[in-house]
């Protein structure tokens, strides 16, 4: 029976997606950001911006009742589908079949390493539709997993997009567009109404690809540093970099010797978090590690 139904009801379409949910006693949970793609257009679209070809394997976090899923193995030569709900990995199993290998998992416990090493070697392509509530956490989760992925296109929230994509200078910018920016180039892949979901939430999506940075923009011997660095500026919005990065640093560095670090660097210790590149966040990093140097010597 479940056969017969698989060939027959359609997650890209309402009703019969209605009907797949009733047959597995499940209902969407608002709380948990539970809204479903149902417009064939967008879900072909985000698979040609996967880039994929027959040889490429791929991660879908968040793969629901199969809407992307299904297209996604047809076009690459690995799906690897993770779902977090039980309820939904059973109706993957009857939408998708065994063309993908279904994962029940959190993203946010995963290890990268234990899931995708005993699988095939090489570099994995990531297609998510991140849950509202989730979504800076499950991106820091994709951005640890930077190192086996070459490219991701991510479905977020509207006014998420636009603060990863906000320049130094925007009063949108973030800790989070920092961290994005730095382990990947974005770039946005347009908007998607909320007519296209099922249940239709409250704001709109965007399409964001994020192109892994090969080689690492921050070298590893840094990345620790710039991370706790840019977790300081951007801990008070209000704050001085100078006054910002002294109060994470205390009793280490004071607020003049905070200021001076900044100074030596070609940074002014009066800016603030969002006016400061990627590349000065990465300028200081190394100063405070030289610095640390010096006084260990």
């Known amino acids: 029976m479940a056969e017969e139904t698989s060939a027959t009801l ?6 019969q997606l209605r009907l797949l949910f009733r047959g597995h006693g499940f209902r969407p949970q608002r709380r948990l950001g539970q809204t479903f793609l149902v417009d ?16 490429e394997q791929v991660v879908e976090v968040g793969a629901g009742a199969g809407a992307v899923t299904v297209p996604l193995t047809h076009a690459a030569g690995r799906v690897l589908a993770l779902e977090v709900d039980p309820r939904l990995v059973a109706i993957l199993r009857e939408t998708v079949g065994a063309a993908a290998e279904i994962v029940e998992g959190d993203l946010l ?23 509202y509530a989730i979504t800076g956490p499950a991106i820091l989760k994709l951005l ?10 991510i479905m977020v929230q509207e006014e998420v997009a636009q603060r990863l994509l906000a320049p130094p200078g925007d009063r949108q910018r973030g800790l989070l567009t920092v961290l994005v920016e ?11 109404s909320r007519t296209c979901f099922f249940p239709r939430p409250r704001v709109d999506s965007a399409m964001l690809a994020l192109d892994v940075r090969r080689p690492e923009m921050v070298p590893p ?14 801990s008070s919005r209000r704050k001085t970099l100078a006054n910002a990065i ?17 100074s030596q660097c070609g940074l002014d210790p009066s800016r603030r978090a969002e006016t400061v590149s990627v590349e000065e966040f990465l300028l200081l990093a190394k100063g405070l590690t030289a610095k640390r140097m010096d006084a260990a010597q």
């Open 221 to 234: 011997a840094f990345a620790d540093c710039f991370r706790k660095l840019v977790r300081a500026a951007f």
């Open 40 to 55: 064939r257009n967008i879900a072909h679209k985000i698979v040609r911006a996967a880039r994929l070809t027959p040889e």
């Open 10 to 15: 359609d997650p890209l379409v309402p009703a």
């Open 182 to 192: 730095a382990a990947a180039e974005a770039s946005s892949l347009g908007r998607v």
């Open 144 to 153: 640890e997993g930077a190192g086996w992925f070459s490219r991701m296109v």
């Open 109 to 131: 416990a995963l290890n990268w390493e234990e899931v995708l090493s005993p699988r095939r070697s090489g570099s994995w392509r990531v297609v998510a539709n991140l849950p």
């Open 246 to 262: 002294s109060h994470a640093y205390r009793p280490e560095l004071s607020k003049q010797e905070a200021s001076g670090l900044l």
